[in-house]
């Protein structure tokens, strides 16, 4: 079974400042995926980086960065230099490998992040 | 950007009703996918397709049914909707295979059962 736990309901940043969101996971598979998605108020997910298990650096996407510490499972998502744009909702996920599918995808209840201008 | 497209993005309707959410995906994509989603939760799947007549259900049971005749087209019925169905209806479509294999959402419909 796997579980992920995002402990903060929401978040405020100011404009132009980093911000982490926290997420911590717990499977048995030994091999995993981690996702982050945005869901703005329009409604849509947004896929916004990926992190396989076995990769050996932390994943980047522009201004989005996947801070992993495999030890401590946990998968936080940083963003700089936030952005009005930025504010939605986050999620964050992971799914086994081995499973092969995106059926398997295990979804966080979610971070409301609000950035101030 | 996207090529994934719900109807309608609102409902609003009464108890006893049929009702269809449509879904669909100009990709391609031979996976697509249904998720439930309640205010400020977290997304549950409740139907997924692998590909043309392929359904199956998923961790949330669902009252509700899919069909998949056609690869782009994904439609969720709800034979006689209740108060308890209400909840946003997101659809998704993915690629087959890959270790990073992403999800492309539509915009979701929020339906209101009254």
């Known amino acids: 079974a796997q579980k992920i736990t995002q402990t903060q309901p929401g978040m405020f940043v100011q404009e132009k400042e980093a911000v982490t969101l926290d997420c911590t996971y717990d499977t048995s598979d030994p091999s995993y995926g981690l996702f982050w998605y945005k869901q703005p108020s329009s409604g849509e997910m947004i896929f916004l980086i990926y992190?396989?298990?076995?990769?050996?650096q932390n994943a980047t996407e522009g201004r989005y960065s996947l801070n992993f510490q495999k030890a401590r499972k946990s998968a936080n998502l940083v963003i700089s230099a936030s952005q009005l744009g930025d504010s939605a909702m986050y999620f964050c996920?992971?799914?086994?490998?081995?499973?092969?599918?995106?059926?398997?995808?295990?979804f966080g209840s979610g971070t409301q992040l609000t950035v101030l201008p | 950007e996207a090529d994934i497209y719900q109807t309608p993005r609102y409902l609003v309707i009464g108890t006893g009703k049929k009702i269809t959410l449509e879904c669909s995906q100009t990709m391609g994509h031979d996976k697509m996918y249904w998720y439930q989603q309640d205010p400020g939760m977290e997304l549950h799947l409740i139907h997924y397709?692998?590909?043309?007549?392929?359904?199956e259900k998923g961790d949330l049971s669902s009252e509700s049914t899919v069909s998949r005749i056609r690869t782009e087209h994904f439609p969720l019925t709800l034979e006689s909707a209740r108060p308890s169905h209400t909840s946003q209806y997101l659809c998704?479509?993915?690629?087959?295979?890959?270790?990073?294999?992403?999800?492309?959402f539509g915009s979701g419909t929020q339906l209101s059962v009254l």
């Open positions: 397709s692998y590909g043309v007549n392929s359904t």
């Open positions: 998704a479509s993915s690629e087959l295979g890959g270790t990073n294999e992403k999800l492309f």
């Open positions: 992190q396989g298990s076995y990769d050996q």
């Open positions: 996920a992971m799914r086994p490998i081995s499973s092969g599918s995106a059926r398997q995808l295990t």
